[in-house]
């Protein structure tokens, strides 16, 4: 399994509507890709004090590598970041990735 986890760098004034409609449609993806098996969205509460910046996340589970790479190139997914990416502050620069291949499903 593929966890794809994404924390976003969002500025006080981002536009929560459109936050919100990006999720939606990234959690909607589900329906649209075989292997695609999870998603979680929210604010990151950092606990920990951690990962101050990354004001919000979320996380993609994927079945296997095939699919993780089908999401990538995906055209709706593709359409759905750039629009993630107008929202954070410094563009691209205002996201991390990460990819834990955790074993199988």
Known sequence: MIQHIVLCDLPPDHDRQEL???MDGLRGLQD?????IGFAAGPN???ENMSPGHDYGFVCQFADV???QAYLVDPDHQALGARLVALCADGVNGLTVIDL???AA
């Open 20 to 22: 919100a409609a990006v």
């Open 32 to 36: 649209k890709l075989p292997g695609f």
């Open 45 to 47: 509460r950092d606990f």
């Open 66 to 68: 095939a699919t993780a």
């Open 101 to 103: 291949e955790t074993g």
